[in-house]
Antibody
Framework: EVQLVESGGGLVKPGGSLRLSCAAS????????MNWVRQAPGKGLEWVSS????????YYADSVKGRFTISRDNAKNSLYLQMNSLRAEDTAVYYC???????????????WGQGTLVTVSS | EIVLTQSPATLSLSPGERATLSCRAS??????LAWYQQKPGQAPRLLIY???NRATGIPARFSGSGPGTDFTLTISSLEPEDFAVYYC?????????FGGGTKVEIK
């Protein structure tokens, strides 16, 4: 069974930093592109960042480019999101999501974690 | 950025009725469109990808149509567990975007 477990969320002051982690199990992690998607309280979904299976391709939403860094450690079956210069508008539940297909980055997300809440407030 | 506009914002229907949800893209996205279902307190669930392909384990009452700029998700006969929020998502470039969602509520 595919499992994605996010951690690292919490309360941080504006301008602060936070590092999210996503522990993957139940599938060959190194074969799949991985993604972060967020959802502000009571709002819709927003794609944040994607990383290909070998980290060769990395993409960011304009709203986080230059502040967030996605990375992965295939040996540890883990995905990360380093978030710097955090703003109030970054407050959201952050989901880790696995691509639908092995090897080929489909851009669709079949498996999701339960999310971790990041609150940016003074 | 490709903007996806979903309509209606809320759909009030009874179990057994047919639901038709719309998603309009600000520019053509070919067939690179997906639909997700989200229930309160849960992560989204992929229903449809490439406009009309059902994801693994998704019941046949869910169907999608496209391509181009106007897409539709149809639920042929609503079951009690189908009342939820539905989002469309495009991936025509590597900057994916979501629509604002349609809430399907019990009438």
């Amino acid at each position: 069974e595919v499992q994605l477990v996010e951690s690292g969320g919490g309360l941080v002051k504006p301008g602060g930093s936070l590092r999210l982690s996503c522990a993957a199990s139940g599938f060959t992690f190194s074969s799949y592109s991985m993604n972060w998607v967020r959802q502000a309280p009571g709002k819709g979904l927003e794609w944040v960042s994607s990383i290909s299976s070998s980290s060769s391709y990395i993409y960011y939403a304009d709203s986080v480019k230059g502040r967030f860094t996605i990375s992965r450690d295939n040996a540890k079956n883990s995905l990360y999101l380093q978030m710097n210069s955090l703003r109030a508008e970054d407050t959201a539940v952050y989901y880790c999501a696995r691509d639908l297909f092995r090897y080929d980055s489909s851009g669709y997300w079949e498996s999701w974690g339960q999310g971790t809440l990041v609150t940016v407030s003074s | 950025e490709i903007v996806l506009t979903q309509s209606p914002a809320t759909l009030s229907l009874s179990p057994g009725e047919r639901a038709t949800l719309s998603c309009r893209a600000s520019q053509g996205v070919s067939s690179y469109l997906a639909w997700y279902q989200q229930k309160p307190g849960q992560a989204p669930r992929l229903l449809i990808y490439d406009a009309s392909n059902r994801a693994t384990g998704i019941p046949a009452r869910f169907s999608g149509s496209g391509p181009g700029t106007d897409f539709t998700l149809t639920i042929s006969s609503l079951e009690p567990e189908d009342f939820a929020v539905y989002y469309c998502q495009q991936r025509s470039n590597w900057h994916s975007t979501f629509g604002g969602g349609t809430k399907v509520e019990i009438k």
